[in-house]
């Protein structure tokens, strides 16, 4: 009797079991070899349901990015003040070693996306990007009807998504503070407490 594979279960296994190699190794050191040895299949078998090792990275790093996103959508419902949701939201990939290592690995796909531009990237990263306007707005509003930000402001959550993006590519600088950077925006944006 013939067994029958969940084609997309087992891509996802196979991404799965290697997002550590990722983390250890980064997408350019990343080789076949390695994902086939510890995904315990054949480089013939990777190459069933992937089609590069690009496509590899890319389903794992999909999983770090839903990952993100239920931490981001957490803070937000959290039963913390605006700023502090707005803090965590974008202190969320530095506040750890764990969370350091997912950093890299999104800047080197920053990196690869920028310069192949491959469509299904740019979708990928268009995705990303409206859910992270979605949960930024529904901070911003409980922030605005709450009186906690500065009514005078015409905060954007689009704006505060490449303000997020700018914190990561400047990030690899000596110069850049992240913390000090957040702190910076959110005393503009944030009502001083009396």
């Known amino acids: 009797m013939a067994i029958i594979v969940n084609k997309e279960e087992k891509r996802k296994n196979i ?85 350091k290592k997912h950093l890299n690995i999104y800047k080197e796909f920053l990196a690869i996306s920028l310069t192949h531009e491959a469509k299904e990237m740019l979708e990928f990263s268009e ?5 992270f306007i979605m949960i930024l707005n529904r901070i911003l509003e409980v922030g605005t009807t709450s009186g906690e930000l500065n009514g005078e402001m015409q905060i954007s959550a689009s704006s505060l998504v490449l303000f997020g993006t700018g914190l990561v590519v400047d990030s690899r600088l000596t110069t850049c503070n992240v913390e000090q950077e957040i702190d910076r925006l959110l005393n503009i944006i944030v009502k001083e407490r009396k």
């Open 127 to 131: 995705q990303c990007r409206e859910k």
């Open 15 to 99: 991404a799965l079991s290697c997002r550590e190699l990722l983390l250890k190794h980064g997408i350019d050191k990343l080789t076949i070899s390695q994902i086939a040895q510890t995904a315990g299949v054949g480089k013939g078998t990777i190459y069933e349901y992937f089609e590069n090792k690009e496509d590899i990275v890319f389903e794992i790093i999909t999983t770090f990015i839903v990952e993100h996103e239920k931490k981001l959508e957490e803070i937000s419902l959290a039963d913390i003040s605006t700023r502090e949701k707005l803090f965590h939201f974008f202190y969320l990939l530095f506040e750890n070693e764990t969370a």
